[in-house]
């Protein structure tokens, strides 16, 4: 039996708070929805599942795919989003001896053109909100094709925290994405790691 880590992308990956934030808030506008106006605003769309969270805002559910359309990064928008610190190191550590997935509230595409400009390649499959807009299902999907192993969720919100406990998965929370630690200790994530060495060093030790 081994692994398998699922990754979020933006906010454990990718520092990409001020782009994605612009794009949220803009399409926001876009479809008819004011009260996702400011950065605390936007923060708090992550503290569940965020096409929950923008529907519960005005955002009609007819709408979401035209709002996914509308969160597309540019090529010359993606240059400039850059890795957080030793991401790129940690992710080909921990793919040695682990199967690496990515799911996402952005778009499938851009996150794959993403980390192919930053040669990154060491992950089985990105799953977008393009294809599915639910995380516990996007991951329900993942254990039902990569059955017998030991799943962990890696994320940087509560929304986080609480879609992989839904989906029955260990839960570990990053403290240099989006949401502060004392944020998401309130979730109570199995663990939380403060920078990607300790993520490196959790998988390098027995767990309980």
């Given at each position: 039996m081994s692994n398998v880590l699922i990754f979020d992308y933006d906010g454990v990956i990718a520092d990409s708070l001020e782009i994605f934030m612009e794009k949220v808030i803009s399409a926001c506008i876009k479809h008819g929805s004011n009260q996702v106006n400011t950065k605390?605003?936007?923060?708090?769309?992550?503290?569940?599942?965020?096409?929950?969270?923008?529907?519960?805002?005005?955002i009609s559910k007819e709408t979401i795919p035209k709002l996914i359309e509308d969160f597309q990064i540019g090529?010359?928008?993606?240059?400039?989003?850059?890795?957080?610190?030793?991401?790129?190191?940690?992710?080909?550590?921990?793919?040695?001896?682990?199967?690496?997935?990515?799911?996402?509230?952005?778009?499938?595409?851009v996150v794959e053109e993403s980390l192919k400009l930053k040669n990154i390649d060491c992950f089985e499959e990105v799953i977008g909100a393009d294809k599915e807009t639910s995380k516990v299902k996007k991951i329900e999907s993942i254990k039902s094709r990569y059955?017998?192993?030991?799943?962990?969720?890696?994320?940087?919100?509560?929304?986080?925290?609480?879609?992989?406990?839904?989906?029955k998965v260990k839960t570990i929370a990053v403290t240099?994405?989006?949401?502060?630690?004392?944020k998401l200790k309130e979730e109570k994530p199995d663990f939380i790691v403060h920078n990607p060495q300790e993520l490196v060093d959790l998988f390098e030790k027995p767990k309980d």
């Amino acid at each position: 039996m081994s692994n398998v880590l699922i990754f979020d992308y933006d906010g454990v990956i990718a520092d990409s708070l001020e782009i994605f934030m612009e794009k949220v808030i803009s399409a926001c506008i876009k479809h008819g929805s004011n009260q996702v106006n400011t950065k605390e605003d936007f923060l708090n769309l992550f503290n569940d599942n965020l096409y929950v969270s923008l529907i519960e805002r005005g955002i009609s559910k007819e709408t979401i795919p035209k709002l996914i359309e509308d969160f597309q990064i540019g090529l010359k928008e993606q240059k400039k989003i850059k890795l957080f610190n030793g991401i790129k190191e940690m992710l080909v550590k921990l793919s040695k001896h682990n199967k690496i997935i990515i799911i996402t509230s952005n778009v499938t595409k851009v996150v794959e053109e993403s980390l192919k400009l930053k040669n990154i390649d060491c992950f089985e499959e990105v799953i977008g909100a393009d294809k599915e807009t639910s995380k516990v299902k996007k991951i329900e999907s993942i254990k039902s094709r990569y059955k017998d192993n030991d799943y962990f969720y890696i994320g940087d919100t509560k929304g986080d925290v609480i879609e992989g406990r839904k989906a029955k998965v260990k839960t570990i929370a990053v403290t240099w994405g989006w949401h502060s630690e004392e944020k998401l200790k309130e979730e109570k994530p199995d663990f939380i790691v403060h920078n990607p060495q300790e993520l490196v060093d959790l998988f390098e030790k027995p767990k309980d």
